[in-house]
T-cell receptor, first 112, second 115 residues
């Protein structure tokens, strides 16, 4: 079964600093990968997705992620953090049952 | 705007008292999903409908049921809520099955409290 691992359940950055949220997947075939963001007491919102087209995927709110097959990684980055980026971020992969499997989530905190 | 709507946003029920959560969508998507999300955890899929075809996850308790009377609406019924069922319940939709690369669109969730 495919799975995803998010390294770091909590990440804290200063406003204006680089955001790097890590996601590694296990897959024997090229996967579909997603990053979702969840603000407090809200549903999940899609940031970006990888579907085997370009390896560098640009998403909403200035986020992007790079698919690296050799490292089985799909890390999420943003050059400059804003206070409004503080939220929970989930990496997800499609598994054999056509369903999404989510990573454990990373809570991003942005310090002024 | 096309969207996924969940009502109510907050629901309080008593231990053992049946409760129904509702979800509607204006996206005309074929697939609707129900997830349970406990505090500081990832969403856990309970079941999904592909059109009228119901698909239950193997570890979803029998206490949880679902109905999809038409394309737009889907309901989650908890027959006898226990304290452990307190969670955020998320409804999601996708145009087709996710394997085709179609993302899921989530509603805002219903936070269930069991007293």
């Amino acid at each position: 079964a495919q799975s995803v691992t998010q390294l770091g359940s909590h990440v804290s950055v200063s406003e204006g600093a680089l955001v790097l949220l890590r996601c590694n997947y296990s897959s024997s075939v090229p996967p579909y990968l997603f990053w979702y963001v969840q603000y407090p007491n809200q549903g999940l919102q899609l940031l970006l997705k990888y579907t085997s087209a370009a390896t560098l995927v640009k998403g909403i709110n200035g986020f992007e992620a790079e698919f690296k097959k050799s490292e089985t990684s799909f890390h999420l980055t943003k050059p400059s953090a804003h206070m409004s980026d503080a939220a929970e971020y989930f990496c997800a992969v499609i598994h054999a049952g056509n369903m999404l499997t989510f990573g454990g989530g990373t809570r991003l905190m942005v310090k002024p | 705007d096309a969207m996924v709507i969940q009502n109510p946003r907050y629901q309080v029920t008593q231990f053992g008292k049946p409760v129904t959560l509702s979800c509607s969508q204006t996206l005309n998507h074929n697939v609707m999903y129900w997830y349970q999300q406990k505090s500081s955890q990832a969403p856990k899929l309970l079941f999904h409908y592909y059109d009228k075809d119901f698909n239950n996850e193997a570890d979803t308790p029998d206490n949880f049921q679902s109905r999809r009377p038409n394309t737009s609406f889907c309901f989650l019924d908890i027959r006898s809520p226990g304290l452990g069922d307190a969670a955020m319940y998320l409804c999601a939709t996708s145009r087709e099955r996710v394997l085709a690369g179609y993302e899921q669109y989530f509603g805002p969730g219903t936070r269930l409290t069991v007293t």
